[in-house]
């Protein structure tokens, strides 16, 4: 097959997501692209776009594209569909809300001029993420729904993402798949904590909905009887507000913020990884500290009870910051009984969740499914009418 897959942050899970699937797909002899955000980059993407670029025939391709809805979209639909013109595409898969749209669009005029593309989504979270009742959410769901009509197939990474996307946009329509995120084998080298690695460690993007606020109201808690150190790794549009509360809080000689760094160095750095997060999809960097052995301290939010399922790794509320200090405590006056929780999970992790087990579930998907019917809107029908 000949596929490329369309997202817009080249950052964080999603993108690790991408890269894997895209390398086991190319691995498996189907011929690869990528296409992404010009406009969103930290200091790792070029590293990993220059290790995969070799492996995939269908290139790498770079466009802008804006994290806010806006007139530019159109621009980028067509430069979607543009550059997929060119590639002789059986699949086009988006990633994310935007990569989602784009990538359904461009199948779906493709399509009608006789490309049978076949378009696949995976949200990531994503929209699904937004603040329940909120008019960007009502918005963005009903934009969602609409869209399901030029959608061959769904991909989530968790039941708890389709129950969400079943409830909120569409209980039947696309044809839908459940395949968990995986790893590789070398994901599951245990990290050893450098001699100056702080007591916690949290690595992922600095914006609200991880919760890292929660986490520095936390340590302000402790830090009168207990002081507890932590380093913060990642990038992200709250990085400044997130220092700024630090110092607001007394934390200048306790936080370390490290900036975006490769998440094998970045375990590294602390003895306890926390995800704080206000909501989730399936998150990688569970599911990557997991498999290094590091003792873990995550909320019960999105995906991740079926990421510690039939484990004894307890997860806390999310959003609250006493419970969060009270876990830290309890987790670090306990440390053999952190390691042991650690070294059963690592266990279930390695037997459950592999790269080639996803990338072997979606190529099966794709083949399973047919394009959907590409006919173009009424008014789309007569525009080229009136222009021929």
């Given at each position: 097959?000949?596929?490329?897959?369309?997202?817009?942050?080249?950052?964080?899970?999603?993108?690790?997501?991408?890269?894997?699937?895209?390398?086991?797909?190319?691995?498996?002899?189907?011929?690869?692209?990528?296409?992404?955000?010009?406009?969103?980059?930290d200091?790792?993407?070029?590293?990993?776009?220059?290790?995969?670029?070799?492996?995939?025939?269908?290139?790498?391709?770079?466009?802008?594209?804006?994290?806010?809805?806006?007139?530019?979209?159109?621009?980028?639909v067509?430069a979607?569909?543009?550059?997929?013109?060119?590639?002789?595409?059986?699949v086009?898969?988006?990633?994310?809300?935007?990569g989602?749209?784009?990538?359904?669009?461009?199948?779906?005029?493709?399509?009608?001029?006789?490309?049978?593309?076949?378009?696949?989504?995976?949200?990531?979270?994503?929209?699904?993420n937004?603040?329940?009742?909120?008019?960007e959410?009502?918005?963005?769901?009903m934009?969602?729904?609409?869209l399901?009509?030029m959608?061959?197939?769904?991909?989530?990474?968790?039941?708890?993402?389709?129950?969400?996307?079943?409830?909120?946009v569409?209980?039947?329509?696309?044809?839908?798949?459940?395949?968990?995120?995986?790893?590789?084998?070398t994901?599951?080298?245990?990290?050893?904590?450098?001699?100056?690695?702080t007591?916690?460690?949290?690595?992922g993007?600095?914006?609200s909905?991880?919760?890292v606020?929660?986490?520095?109201?936390?340590?302000a808690?402790?830090?009168f009887?207990?002081?507890?150190?932590?380093?913060?790794?990642?990038?992200?549009?709250d990085?400044e507000?997130?220092?700024?509360?630090a110092?607001?809080?007394?934390?200048?000689?306790?936080?370390?913020?490290?900036?975006a760094l490769p998440?094998?160095e970045?375990?590294?750095?602390?003895?306890?990884?926390?995800?704080?997060?206000l909501?989730?999809?399936?998150?990688?960097?569970?599911?990557?500290?997991?498999?290094?052995?590091?003792?873990?301290?995550a909320?019960n939010?999105?995906?991740?009870?079926?990421?510690?399922?039939?484990?004894?790794?307890?997860?806390?509320?999310?959003?609250?910051?006493a419970?969060?200090?009270?876990?830290?405590?309890?987790?670090?006056?306990?440390?053999?009984?952190?390691?042991?929780?650690?070294?059963?999970?690592?266990?279930?992790?390695?037997?459950?969740?592999?790269?080639?087990?996803?990338?072997?579930?979606?190529?099966?998907?794709?083949?399973?499914?047919?394009?959907?019917?590409?006919?173009?809107?009424?008014?789309?029908l007569?525009l080229?009418?009136?222009?021929?």
């Amino acid at each position: 097959m000949r596929i490329l897959h369309c997202l817009r942050a080249p950052v964080g899970g999603l993108f690790r997501h991408v890269l894997d699937l895209a390398e086991e797909q190319a691995a498996h002899g189907h011929d690869v692209g990528i296409l992404a955000a010009s406009t969103t980059e930290d200091r790792l993407t070029s590293a990993k776009f220059a290790a995969i670029a070799p492996k995939l025939r269908l290139g790498i391709a770079r466009i802008p594209i804006n994290r806010q809805p806006g007139l530019s979209d159109l621009a980028a639909v067509r430069a979607v569909r543009a550059h997929a013109a060119t590639l002789d595409l059986d699949v086009l898969h988006g990633h994310g809300a935007k990569g989602g749209a784009y990538a359904r669009f461009a199948a779906r005029r493709l399509s009608a001029r006789g490309h049978h593309v076949k378009s696949f989504y995976t949200p990531h979270g994503g929209s699904l993420n937004f603040k329940p009742g909120s008019l960007e959410q009502r918005i963005l769901l009903m934009i969602e729904g609409g869209l399901e009509s030029m959608t061959s197939g769904l991909i989530f990474e968790s039941a708890y993402a389709a129950r969400v996307y079943r409830s909120r946009v569409s209980a039947k329509g696309a044809p839908q798949r459940i395949i968990p995120n995986g790893l590789k084998p070398t994901d599951f080298t245990p990290a050893k904590p450098r001699p100056d690695a702080t007591d916690l460690l949290f690595v992922g993007e600095l914006r609200s909905i991880k919760g890292v606020d929660f986490l520095l109201k936390a340590l302000a808690e402790l830090k009168f009887d207990h002081p507890v150190t932590a380093t913060i790794v990642g990038s992200g549009p709250d990085a400044e507000p997130l220092k700024k509360l630090a110092s607001t809080l007394g934390l200048d000689n306790l936080v370390t913020f490290a900036g975006a760094l490769p998440v094998r160095e970045a375990f590294g750095l602390g003895r306890i990884m926390v995800v704080p997060s206000l909501a989730e999809s399936f998150p990688y960097v569970v599911l990557e500290a997991a498999a290094a052995g590091l003792p873990l301290i995550a909320t019960n939010v999105g995906g991740i009870p079926e990421i510690v399922a039939d484990t004894d790794t307890v997860l806390i509320e999310p959003g609250n910051a006493a419970g969060l200090a009270s876990a830290l405590r309890a987790t670090l006056g306990d440390a053999e009984a952190a390691r042991g929780r650690a070294k059963r999970l690592r266990a279930k992790i390695e037997s459950r969740f592999t790269v080639a087990a996803m990338t072997g579930a979606v190529l099966d998907f794709y083949a399973e499914t047919s394009p959907r019917p590409a006919r173009l809107p009424s008014w789309e029908l007569k525009l080229q009418s009136h222009r021929q």
